[in-house]
């Protein structure tokens, strides 16, 4: 799990808890910032899920890809 991620799951949940507030109390601002806190977080964990697909899918990333690719091939005779 890269920063990227944890730090969108934090912002995802401090945003929802912010939203909750608001809407509780009625604060309308309270509850705008904890939704826009809540974009943030998703769209922080967004890149991060996409940063780690693209490192995933990066030519060395993944030992066994590496491996079945150099092995003879047994099956053909």
Do not use: C, F, I
């Amino acid at each position: 799990m890269n920063t990227d991620k944890v730090k969108g799951a934090m912002d995802d949940v401090a945003g929802r808890a912010k939203r909750q507030a608001g809407e509780w109390t009625g604060d309308v601002n309270k509850q705008m910032d904890g939704a826009a806190q809540q974009v943030k977080g998703k769209a922080e964990k967004a890149w991060g899920n996409l940063k780690d697909a693209a490192h995933q899918g990066s030519p060395g990333s993944n030992d066994a890809d590496r491996n079945r690719q150099s092995a003879p091939d047994r099956n053909h005779h």
